[in-house]
């Protein structure tokens, strides 16, 4: 999950997703036919339309459920609510649509051809960057060349960033905002599939060190084994991650609560501007988070009470 915040209008952010709002309603004018779906008896384009408001978004929010398609989305609400139920969340939305993709084939006589079977590092990557690429890679395309993502992008126009992950912060889906890499198993300067994108060879450096490069501004997701390993080639040899990282202005937090990180005391790492914040733990986060748990429920509002933010 990325989450921008701008401190000024930027109306071409509204615009964009007030498209493809509109562009998704004649999606939802097919709605299921399970007795308690509700039906559109009109076009619904001109009142969303006149819900349009033309100015800034305060936050835009692209939130992936990974490997999270039709079938899974149907199987949870026959398990939880029965065939003809209602899914929490998703089917409150009032409106709903669906984008397809696929990678391309990187070699052989296939080359640039469709690939039907594409892994998360593709898919990520195209929705990241707006460009379809092989299975494996993190936002570069065929040739290996780096592709901007939307959180570079939001990052030059003075916009706040994150990255919220249930898996480790160098996994493949949260990857492609912040890296670019030719293997999505180049996670930190240990691994061995890194080749030619490790610094060592003259590259751009592992996920976990162009992570630190780019810089979020709050970073939560799994990944202290990562982050723990110790930079081979650079202004940062033989440094750990975790050092570089406070060096570099971030404030590390770990643990069970990762809400204490905004109780904590002021960065004592160079200040440059306002810290950005890195939540780690050995296991993915919702195992992190005990209190984020099936008790407290899974709406916003639950969430929130539960864990006693307001």
């Given at each position: 999950m ?16 007030c ?33 349009i408001?033309?100015?800034p ?15 899974e ?25 669906q ?62 960033t ?15 905002q ?14 061995a599939g ?35 390993q ?14 570089q ?16 990180w905004?109780r904590?005391g002021?960065?004592?790492s160079r200040?440059?501007?306002?810290p ?35």
């Amino acid at each position: 999950m990325m989450h921008f915040t701008r401190h000024r209008a930027r109306t071409a952010v509204v615009a964009a997703v007030c498209t493809v709002a509109i562009l998704t309603a004649g999606s939802a004018l097919a709605a299921g036919l399970a007795p308690s779906a509700v039906r559109m008896d009109a076009d619904r384009t001109p009142s969303l339309r006149d819900a349009i408001v033309d100015g800034p978004a305060t936050n835009v929010i692209l939130l992936v459920g990974d490997g999270m398609g039709d079938s899974e989305i149907t199987i949870a609400r026959n398990y939880g609510y029965g065939a003809a139920g209602r899914l929490p969340g998703i089917d409150a939305l009032p409106l709903t649509g669906q984008y397809t993709t696929f990678s391309l084939h990187r070699s052989g006589a296939l080359k640039g051809r469709p690939d039907y079977a594409p892994d998360s590092a593709a898919t990520a990557t195209a929705w990241a960057t707006g460009s379809k690429t092989y299975d494996g890679a993190v936002s570069v395309s065929l040739s290996g060349a780096a592709l901007p993502t939307i959180l570079e992008l939001a990052k030059a126009h003075g916009l706040r960033t994150g990255v919220v992950t249930t898996a480790m912060v160098t996994d493949a889906t949260p990857a492609v905002q912040v890296a670019h890499v030719a293997s999505r198993t180049c996670q930190g300067p240990d691994s061995a599939g890194c080749g030619k994108d490790a610094l060592s060879k003259g590259g751009r450096g592992s996920i976990a060190e162009q992570l630190l490069a780019t810089r979020p501004d709050l970073v939560l997701g799994g990944g202290r084994i990562v982050i723990r390993q110790t930079a081979k080639a650079g202004a940062w040899k033989g440094e750990s991650l975790v050092t570089q990282a406070r060096e570099r202005g971030f404030r590390i937090v770990t643990g069970n609560d990762p809400l204490h990180w905004s109780r904590a005391g002021p960065s004592t790492s160079r200040p440059t501007r306002s810290p950005s914040v890195m939540f780690l733990n050995q296991a993915p986060f919702f195992a992190a988070v005990p209190r984020f748990s099936r008790s407290c429920g899974l709406s916003p509002s639950s969430m929130v009470k539960c864990s006693g933010v307001s």
